[in-house]
C-alpha cells in the first residue's frame, strides 16, 4: 500500500516535499518511482529511486530542481521539489515496481498511489 501525502497550492519558484509512505513487500527491495499526470495529459515519469542501493534517475525537466530519497526509518519515500513551475501543476503519483526493472517507464511499476494534487500558481 502506498501513500502519498504534502501537495498543496504553491507559488511559481516555490518548493513542495511529498511523502510517500510504504509498507509491506515494497520497502527495502523494490524501485520506487514518481510520476504525475496533468489536466488532459498523460501520466509522465518523474523520478525514481532503487531502495536498495539508493540509485536515482531522473526526467529531464526536473533535473537539478527535484531530488528524490528514500527514509529506511520510515519507509518512506521522499520527493523534494524546488523551483516550481505553473506547468507542473498535476496530481502526482508514488509508484513501486518489483526488482529487475529499470523503474523508468509506466509500464515497469505495478502498485500505485492514490495521488496528491500539486497545483503551481500566484
Known amino acids: 500500500r502506498l501513500v502519498e501525502s504534502g501537495g498543496g497550492l504553491v507559488q511559481p519558484g516555490g518548493s513542495l516535499r511529498l511523502s510517500c509512505a510504504t509498507s509491506g513487500r515494497t520497502s527495502g527491495t523494490y524501485t520506487m518511482g514518481w510520476f504525475r499526470q496533468a489536466p488532459g495529459k498523460e501520466r509522465e515519469f518523474v523520478a525514481r529511486?532503487?531502495?536498495?542501493?539508493?540509485?536515482?534517475y531522473y526526467a529531464d525537466p526536473v533535473k537539478g530542481r527535484f531530488t528524490i530519497s528514500r527514509d529506511n526509518a520510515k519507509n518512506t519515500i521522499l520527493l523534494q521539489m524546488n523551483s516550481l513551475k505553473p506547468e507542473e501543476t498535476a496530481v502526482y503519483y508514488c509508484a513501486a515496481a518489483p526488482p529487475g526493472r529499470t523503474g523508468r517507464y509506466l509500464y515497469d511499476y505495478d502498485y500505485w498511489g492514490q495521488g496528491t494534487q500539486v497545483t503551481v500558481s500566484s
Open positions: 529511486i532503487m531502495w536498495s542501493t539508493g540509485s536515482t
